[in-house]
């Protein structure tokens, strides 16, 4: 199973779970979880390094505006030798990822309509776009995987998209998320 497949089952996985109201109180909450449990699942890929809270710089080194929740980068790309890649103050550089994951968790005093937060993931969905299309050149794109995982406490929903630039998302479907109280 490639590296790529084993993210996406990861995700299915954690998302899945029997999640309690009270396991996310914050969408840091969701991050740290989701992490650890993508660590504990690729824990045997020594290529694979996980990541969170990257900022995004295009082709040329221009600065994104974005950064992202967590990217799951190929370690054998990673570099730390500023000498080689040039970023500001960042000391890091990666041309190599696996995969993007953005996260959205919505609290039950949340005053945004459904029709706002819905507005709110497709901003992701866009986001994750163009990410892709701004850094990544001469690679297969199929090879990469990008993910909006979102948790709503207050409509008691859930959503896992896979997103690639050939869908529009003008709906977005969202599943029963049976929040499960201890007895």
């Not at 995987?145 to 948790?151: D, H």
Request: charged letters at 35%.
């Amino acid at each position: 199973m490639n590296m790529q497949s084993k993210i996406k089952l990861a995700i299915e996985k954690f998302y899945s779970r029997n999640w309690k109201e009270q396991d996310f109180l914050t969408e840091d909450d969701v991050r740290c979880r989701l992490f650890y449990f993508l660590k504990v699942e690729l824990a045997n890929d020594k290529n694979a390094s996980i990541h969170s809270e990257i900022r995004w710089y295009g082709n040329t080194g221009e600065k994104l505006k974005y950064r992202s929740d967590i990217v799951i980068i190929d370690s054998r790309d990673l570099t730390t030798d500023s000498n080689i890649f040039k970023l500001p103050s960042k000391g890091y550089g990666f041309n190599k990822y696996y995969s993007i994951i953005e996260i959205k968790l919505r609290r039950p005093n949340d005053k945004n309509s459904n029709l706002k937060f819905n507005d709110i993931i497709r901003d992701d969905i866009n986001k994750l776009i163009e990410i892709k299309q701004k850094t990544v050149e001469n690679e297969v794109e199929d090879e990469k995987k990008y993910f909006v995982i979102a948790f709503d406490k207050r409509e008691k929903k859930k959503l896992l998209l896979s997103v690639d630039d050939t869908n529009q998302y003008e709906d977005i479907n969202w599943q029963n998320w049976n929040i499960y109280q201890d007895a």
